[in-house]
């Protein structure tokens, strides 16, 4: 959710900068009424940005090669948001308001639909990028969170961009967009590496189960990063405190009004920005203390020993049939083997609690996935037993009355695909 809210944040206010530059130029310049122009290109880009957002929506990719793709080109448009506005950000204004006097120059309709156009291209932009990247953010962490964050942050971005071109807000840009900058490096690393491990866990890249216990962990637990950004957030914080500080000793006023009023909002700056800090590391010790007592407490889960019947293992399917993850231990030839049952939406899940990559690791059940103990790679429920990926060793299976049947031999041969 911390992701989304930022990449919404930082695109918002990005696209409201550049319709405020433009509605307050055609303002001052006395061509207000070429003002609805601009906002027919505000609503034609967000509404070509939600369909493209549907759109990705709907586009649901599964195979973890093409989310590996998405993932790393999602971190490349980030890379490039922050390199185009730190770059541009000092002659934005300029530059906008050049190019909007060269279309509000031209003669009758043609003005209006240049600065549509123009307004349109620099607003789907920003619209596109966050589409995209929304829907590689939501391949690591829950939808609902994610919609959440973005609808904050854009709702954020509207309210900075109104009260920064009213006056009421008065926010040094260079300094927003180095400190955003800097966060949403952080965000870059996380696609960047998920996007690997998804590559990884397709086989499109070499993997192996060291490396897969290094980066898996880090990939899928969200509140490492959640923590580590808010930990960046609190540095910038008392950086930009620290500053404010300094800046107060060494500023002098002309008179004794001006220097109390300058010492007033000094320390009304301060007093936000300790409380800020503050906030920050209250949730940084509020989510670690969390996790901890969540790992302490945590139980693994149950195996039910069942015997051999011939050539047959039969487990009752009422005792997997309510949707959770089974776990069950057979001795085949002589040796123990784990297995896993779970009911699926189109049949049965039936596999060994091994993967081929990370080994007889096993698994955990975590909500709608189960997950590898090893590595942390979440596994889709409707896609157990099938090949790929990070994917449990799928054993065939047939249902025999009210028994769920797995051939013993099918159980053996599948151990030979579990490495060492």
């Known amino acids: 959710m911390l992701s989304a809210f930022l990449i919404a944040l930082r695109e918002g206010v990005e696209a409201s900068l550049v319709v405020g530059i433009i509605l307050v130029y055609l303002t001052r310049t006395g061509r207000a ?11 034609a880009a967000v509404a070509l940005s939600l369909g493209i957002a549907i759109a990705l929506d709907r586009f649901r990719i599964s195979e973890d090669g093409f989310e590996g793709v998405m993932l790393l080109v999602a971190a490349a448009f980030v890379i490039t948001m922050i390199v185009w506005m730190n770059r541009v950000a000092r002659h ?7 190019k909007v006097e060269a279309y509000a120059a031209r003669v009758g309709d043609a003005a209006g639909w240049g600065i549509f156009l123009f307004v349109f291209l620099m607003v789907v932009r920003e619209g596109a990028e966050l589409a995209l990247i929304l829907r590689a953010v939501e391949m690591s962490t829950e939808g609902l969170q994610v919609w959440i964050g973005t609808l904050t942050g854009v709702a954020a971005a509207v309210a900075v961009g109104g009260f920064f071109f009213k006056g009421t807000l008065k926010i040094p840009l260079q ?3 180095a400190a955003t900058s800097i966060i949403l490096m952080l965000v870059v690393f996380q696609l960047a590496i ?3 491990h998804e590559l990884s866990e397709a086989q499109w890249l070499p993997s192996s ?8 962990p880090i990939v899928r637990n969200d509140l490492f990063f959640f923590v580590f950004i808010f930990g960046a957030a609190a540095l910038l914080v008392v950086r930009e405190w620290q500053s404010a500080t300094h800046a107060s000793a060494v500023k ?5 009004a001006e220097r109390r009023l300058l010492q007033s909002q000094n320390r009304r700056q301060r007093r936000w920005m300790a409380a800020a800090a503050s906030a920050c590391l209250i949730v940084i010790l509020a989510l670690t203390a969390d996790f ?3 790992r302490a407490n945590s139980a693994a889960p149950t195996i039910t020993k069942i015997a051999v019947q011939g050539t047959d293992v039969r487990v009752p399917i009422a005792q997997v049939q309510d949707g959770g993850m089974h776990l069950f231990s057979a001795d085949v030839n002589g040796q123990v083997v784990r297995f896993m049952i779970i009911k699926k939406p189109n049949g049965w899940g039936t596999a060994l609690d091994a993967c081929r990559i990370c080994g007889a690791e096993g698994y955990r059940q975590d909500g709608q996935n189960v997950v590898c103990r090893h590595c942390g790679s979440a596994i889709y429920v409707p896609t157990i037993g099938e090949a790929g990926g990070c994917n449990p060793i799928g054993v065939p299976s047939h249902v025999d009355g009210a028994n769920l049947v797995l051939d013993v031999s099918a159980l053996a041969q599948a151990t030979h695909d579990i490495p060492n």
């Open 194 to 196: 998920t996007g690997l």
């Open 175 to 177: 300094r927003f967009f």
């Open 209 to 216: 189960k060291t490396e897969m216990a290094v980066v898996g």
């Open 33 to 43: 009424h070429l003002a609805r122009f601009a906002w027919y290109g505000v609503a």
């Open 292 to 294: 901890i007592y969540a």
């Open 92 to 98: 934005l204004k300029k530059e906008i308001e050049q």
């Open 252 to 256: 002098s006023a002309g008179n004794d």
